[in-house]
């Protein structure tokens, strides 16, 4: 910002980047549970009263987190984009 940049400019950088860290980690994520899942098919049908390919786990498990994410990515850019670059140069 000290050199010109806008706020939003600034805070889509920052989401952009937050972006596309949660969807590689969400993608990679639920690629691992899915043959994680397949592997200990048996144990989780005779421990767990829940199967393992319920809906809500599948999808809701990985859009709390990626929401959770993206928030913690999103509240600090704002704030940081609150901060004036002078008083921020000064500090430095």
Do not use: H
């Amino acid at each position: 910002m000290a050199l010109g940049a806008r706020q939003i400019d600034v805070l889509g950088l920052v989401m952009k980047e937050g972006v596309l860290m949660v969807v590689v980690g969400t993608l990679l994520g639920l690629g691992a549970a899915w043959v994680g899942m397949r592997m200990l098919a048996g144990l989780f049908s005779s421990v767990a009263s829940t199967s393992a390919s319920n809906p809500t786990l599948i999808l809701g498990a990985p859009l709390l987190l990626s929401s959770l994410a993206l928030l913690s990515c999103y509240l600090p850019a704002r704030r940081s984009t609150q901060i004036e670059p002078a008083v921020a140069l000064r500090q430095e």
